[in-house]
């Protein structure tokens, strides 16, 4: 693409300034979602309308925080170009395997190759097994294993299996029994002092319906062989250092983990490492790298991080690196081919386009041209929400060297400041960098999107600061629905306060402005009040805490403001005392 970035310079500006949307819905449901695991993706279909109203067809589109190229692949599908880029190499793989497509076909052959000549047969050496039912003994290839932690009682000593205390149907309960000496303990103070193999969902060699039930003798002791084997090919063995944010959060201590390696059980370890190898002997760079883009969220799904689920839906957690108490341990070989047929659903709706994607920090564009791009749409880190080069290192060390996360645009709580820890101070001059080359590389008369949330006011005060001091003026504010909710969005339903909904806020670069003042109350509540009182008398998601978080603060940015002392905490205090509330919902 440097072509069209040459080409770009000094021909007449491709920028636009259409009516914004005041808000946007999208789906996690289609391809886009399905295709890769990331902690946060703006649905495309939810950008779209932003990059129509702010360039014309063939216009260039820039996002130096581009995470998992959805930008790209929103300009893409609206006709125009895109310039993608971020810090981590991980996000780099995602976003050119998001935006270039691929033949489906040549990508199934290279499946059927694989199977052909030696995953097949590797998939039965490694996950043959059998289980006890009340019609007999069934064989077959296992699809998941659940591994249960064990536990020492604290009174006497006895060894608790977790899968055996607990129903496994039901939420896991906070208290266990020893059988015993029959003592009641809180399994959240206890260490686990082993993981054993408790459950084996297989498809049978018969053929029919997936069939459950407990391991026979020979099944364990296959398990044990294997247990005991040595990775013989190349997996990352990258440091997971016990500074990291996510390390500490997710106390990784308890389980033993020094580096990447240590995320993975020895039988998905043999196979991962396997199937990277032969993925790498493929010829053809594009299906190789297409393969190893399946292979990545295979590795995700293949940590100790993935969850037992009794109702289905077996996924580790997004946006941290917990290893749950029961874990389900997947068949690699069919997640794999799994991943690989979403990649190529993605790739038959994918249209060819035009996208230049590179590694480099948001603070430093060199390789766009001042007043290149017609348009930027960009969704940076959301202060200490997500912790990208944390979550993402499992599956982004198989790339090679992961984030450096000492260059990551973040707020720090548990990492120390002497350990590399940023302060709300040190991520509002990064943003700051950022911003001035968001502004350097726009067009005079060009637009920069800024996709944004967050429950603390002093963070919020922080992104504002830092686009004042960038020289950003701002123009609109929009509400924007994700559709489905991540694991964090669904907190604020049960008492924990984290906003779903974001702001997409629209600068001018070429417009001065007046500073902010700080004062957000009397805003706020004008903005809710007529908000709620244009809603029918019926309950509605837009009636709910989050959803009049972000009309309340998108009313004070609006207004030029800031929302200083307008934390989701104190909204909730201010909404519970000014407004009528039933339930999950609020009336004017």
Known sequence: MESARQQQVGLPSLAAHRPLPPSVTGSKGGPWY?????PTKVPPEAIEPFIEASTAPGGLVADPFCGSGMTGVAAVLAGRRAALSDLSPGAVHLARNHTRRVS?????????????????????????????TDDGVVQGLARHT?????YECPMCASEIVLWDATEPDRPLP???????CRWWFD???GVPIASVPRWITLAPVSGGKLVHGDPTVEALNRIDKIGRRRVTRWMPTAPIDSSREMYIRSALHLRGVQTVADMFARRPAIALSRLWHRIGQVDDVAVREALQFAFTNTAWHASRMRRYNAK???RPLTGTLFIPQLISEPNVFEVFRHQVRQVCRLYDVLPDGEVDVNQASATDLRWLADNSVDYVFTDPPFGNNIH????????????????????EIVVNKSRRVEDGGKTVGDYQRLLTDSFREAKRVVVKDGRVSVVFHNSDDAVWSALLDAVEDAGLRQAEVSILDKGQRSQKGYKVRRGELVPFYDLVMTFDVAKKGTPRLNGAGDIAVDAVTAHLESLERSTSPQRQLDYLYSVAVSAVIGGGAKPVGLSLRAFEQLCNNRFERVGSAYYA
């Open 187 to 189: 399994r959240r103070g």
């Open 104 to 132: 489906p076909e040549q990508l199934s052959d290279a499946v059927a190759e694989l199977d052909r000549s030696w995953m097949r047969r590797t998939e039965r050496d490694l996950y043959w097994s059998s289980v006890d």
């Open 312 to 314: 289905g839906g077996q």
């Open 174 to 180: 906070r208290d266990i029994r020893c059988d015993g």
């Open 146 to 150: 659940v591994w249960s932690e064990v």
């Open 388 to 407: 990208y080069a944390d979550c993402n290192i499992v599956w982004e060390a198989w790339l090679g060297d992961p984030t450096d996360n000492d260059q």
């Open 34 to 38: 399905t295709s890769h695991t990331y």
